[in-house]
């Protein structure tokens, strides 16, 4: 506990003289874009189709970039004092950034924890840390929905000017996430349930499983901080040799090298396991690609998933 008071303060004392320019106006936000931050890519992505035209926004994390190791940067800090509103996960995956703009929010910035209005019995407990939830929560795409509407709420209460806007796009939004959330279910069904295991680098797909009937194992923790060690590779060796897992899978945010180890220590083991392709978990693809959406990473994800589960 002292060390994570001695790095908010330390974050804090950062943030202040990084500022060099007063915060932004905003009492005449309803007549101008507003300028919104967001943490990660999937919450971004949120931001744009809820605020449409209204709202600028920008992602402090791109495509590869892992949020569980992420430190922010002087040019990170003058963003975040600059903007409107900023939108962060919560449930400490920004670890103690999280917490620095929980303290934010408190002297006057308007900060946005888009899991904080989430029911508690929804989420599901850290496996690594405990008294803590695990924070991927856009991996199923209901509770994802329920991060729209706290960011339309959001910006509902900040510029209620344009209300109407904001909920006309929260409205087509989330009826292309209930469609999303048929197709995943539907892919997934293609795969006997016995054979829906999914093995990846870290723990990062619980909330995927717990929604879409798979078993989930990850090498790492919960957080990419948790090292995988020798006994996690043997461990995690014998349940594909004994199971007769056909692929396991690597992320585009975490390194391949613990992955491709556990690959090596099966076929030693004379199984053949494939790394069935990359998915996206902590990070989403590049800008202008499919997978620059959160539309477009999930359905990545669960084809990758089911052709190589399948053997297609």
């Known amino acids: 506990m002292n060390k994570t008071l001695f790095l908010i303060l330390a974050l804090l004392l950062i943030i202040v003289p990084a500022c060099t320019t007063a915060p932004r106006d905003k009492g005449d936000i309803g007549q101008r874009n507003i300028q919104a931050v967001a943490t990660i890519g999937m919450i971004a992505d949120i931001v744009r189709e809820v605020g449409g035209d209204r709202v600028e926004v920008t992602a402090l994390m791109g ?7 992420y430190k922010a940067s002087e040019g990170d800090v003058i ?3 600059q903007a409107d509103i900023i939108f962060y996960n919560g449930l400490h995956l920004e670890a103690q950034m999280g917490e620095v703009l929980e303290r934010m929010n408190e002297n006057g910035m308007v900060t946005v924890a888009i899991s904080e209005q989430i029911d508690p019995s929804l989420l599901s407990p850290s496996p690594t ?15 994802w929905m329920k991060a729209v509407e706290q960011v339309r709420d959001s910006l509902i209460i900040l510029d209620p000017t344009h209300a109407e806007t904001y909920q006309a796009n929260a ?16 892919q997934a069904e293609r795969i006997p349930a016995e054979q829906r295991v999914l093995i990846t680098a870290h723990d990062a797909f619980h909330y995927f499983g717990k929604a879409y009937g798979f078993e989930v194992r990850g090498l790492q923790g919960i957080s990419t901080e948790t090292q995988a060690g020798t006994a996690d590779v043997q461990a995690l060796t014998d349940f594909i040799v004994e199971r007769q897992i056909p692929a396991i899978f690597v992320e585009s945010s975490v390194a391949e090298r613990n992955i491709e180890a556990v690959q090596a220590a099966v076929q030693a083991r004379g199984f053949d396991v494939t790394i069935g392709g990359s998915l996206f978990s902590d990070a989403m693809g590049s800008e202008g690609t499919p997978e620059g959406t959160y539309i477009g990473m999930v359905r990545h994800n669960i084809d990758t998933i089911v052709r190589a589960l399948l053997g297609d």
């Open 63 to 69: 495509p590869g970039v892992d949020p569980h190791l």
């Open 129 to 143: 840390y405990e008294g803590y939830y695990d924070p991927h929560i856009w991996f199923d795409v209901t509770l």
């Open 171 to 186: 409205d087509a939004y989330l009826v292309e996430l209930v469609e999303l959330h048929k197709y995943v279910n539907i």
């Open 79 to 81: 963003l975040l004092q």
